[in-house]
């Protein structure tokens, strides 16, 4: 039975917990900082991934998507027509014009912390440029519509209007998600829909925020390894990802780098 109103699959954290999901999404957010100025032309995703998974070991913390249903690797890169879930590799190296995603996850002590952002390398496009920033903005957007006694829906409809009203899209087929002592908890988050419809939020939930957003159609393909997801129509896509709490007032962005 789908009760919206009363969840009892979603869990409301209590402070100690809050406390230790808050260091692990810090620490997920300072390798995205650690990371960025490797993002240059000339370097491997691979290369990418290996500085990643070498940060977050160092900071006694796993890299979540390491063998996460499989997947081979510790983080996930996603260039240009990728919309996520590409596979870090050595033989794929960054050309200048090129967009990435370098998605982070982090277990700290018990809980997983994940964020994303999309990199410019060097200069790409004016057009593939205010796509990442439209994201960036989809998500802030997002995130800005969180508040308790609203609906998941609230989140959904805020980005959706956002990217719509420049011509972008939003991908349907992968979704934010609770986080805590897992990786994709209840409930959904997706990044399109109605407000006032779906899950009320309260105080203490925990999930992601993370849009998908198409220069052209929503519409995904996977590719033959079974993870990486492309534009159909092979349309440049972006990605931003925080962990956000609900709190008494709004939602409180717990992605944030280390003395910000
Ligand atoms: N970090 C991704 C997310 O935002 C999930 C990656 S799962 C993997 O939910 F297996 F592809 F790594
Ligand atoms: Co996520
Ligand atoms: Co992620």
Not at 207 to 234: C, H, K, Q, S, V
Request: aromatic share 6%; proline share 6%.
């Amino acid at each position: 039975m789908n009760r919206p109103d009363s969840p009892s699959d979603i869990d409301i954290k209590s402070s100690d917990e809050i406390a230790a999901l808050r260091a692990s999404c810090r620490l997920a957010a300072d390798v995205l900082v650690m990371i960025e100025p490797h993002v240059r032309p000339g370097i491997s995703t691979g290369e990418i991934d290996r500085l990643c998974h070498e940060y977050i070991v160092a900071h006694g913390a796993y890299p979540s998507p390491l063998g996460y249903r499989g997947f081979p690797k510790a983080t996930c890169t996603s260039i240009n027509e990728v919309v996520c879930h590409g596979i870090p590799s050595f033989e794929r190296v960054l050309k200048d014009g090129d967009i990435i995603n370098v998605d982070i996850t982090t277990l700290l002590g018990g809980f997983h912390g994940d964020t994303s952002k999309t990199f410019c390398v060097g200069q790409p496009s004016a057009a593939a440029r205010a796509l990442v920033d439209l994201t960036r903005d989809c998500l802030d957007q997002g995130v800005a519509a969180v508040r308790p006694g609203g609906r998941i829906g609230d989140i959904g409809a805020a980005i959706q209007a956002v990217a719509e009203s420049h011509g972008c899209s939003v991908v349907r087929d992968f979704v934010g998600h609770g986080i805590g002592r897992e990786f994709h908890a209840p409930p959904e988050v997706p990044h399109f829909g109605r407000a006032g419809r779906g899950v009320r939020l309260r105080p203490g939930m925990t999930f992601t925020i993370e849009p998908m957003i198409n220069a052209g159609d929503w519409r995904i393909e996977i590719l033959d390894d079974n993870w990486t997801a492309i534009t159909r129509d092979r349309s440049l896509s972006a990605q931003f990802e925080h962990t956000v709490l609900v709190t008494q007032g709004g939602a409180e962005v717990l992605t944030i780098p280390s003395g910000r």
